[in-house]
């Protein structure tokens, strides 16, 4: 089993930034591909962003290119989402996912995650 707990979210306005963490525990943390996904309210589940095992490799939705980046720090068994230039339609519930079956890459796929935080909210007011 592996705990994710998400942090950071809340309140911003728009133009703002805010930075997710999730962290780890339970399994080791270098097994997994980290991924964001997030959801608002009335629409699905949607990928952000995810970062490869290792670190080196990264894919972001066509949404939030330029404006977030996904990172981790395997010493800590943390991943983060920096999320910068905040719009209204960025206002969701973000989710932390852990993906064991992808090695290299990452998968955008909801389906394919292994454990799932409870989720952070954020609200970014116009």
């Known amino acids: 089993q592996v705990q994710l707990v998400e942090s950071g979210g809340g309140l911003v306005q728009a133009g703002g930034s805010l930075r997710l963490s999730c962290a780890a525990s339970?399994?080791?943390?270098?097994?997994?591909?980290m991924t964001w996904f997030r959801q608002a309210p009335g629409k699905e589940r949607e990928f952000v962003a995810g970062?490869?095992?290792?670190?080196?490799?990264?894919r972001y939705a066509d949404s939030v290119k330029g404006r977030f980046a996904i990172s981790r720090e395997n010493a800590k068994n943390t991943v983060y989402l920096q999320m910068n230039s905040l719009k209204p339609e960025d206002t969701a519930v973000y989710y932390c996912?852990?993906?064991?079956?992808?090695?290299?890459?990452?998968?955008?796929?909801?389906?394919?995650?292994?454990?799932w935080g409870k989720g952070t909210l954020v609200t970014v007011s116009s």
């Open positions: 970062i490869s095992r290792s670190g080196a490799n990264t």
């Open positions: 996912a852990a993906d064991f079956r992808s090695i290299g890459y990452v998968s955008t796929d909801s389906y394919v995650m292994d454990y």
């Open positions: 339970g399994r080791t943390f270098t097994n997994y591909a």
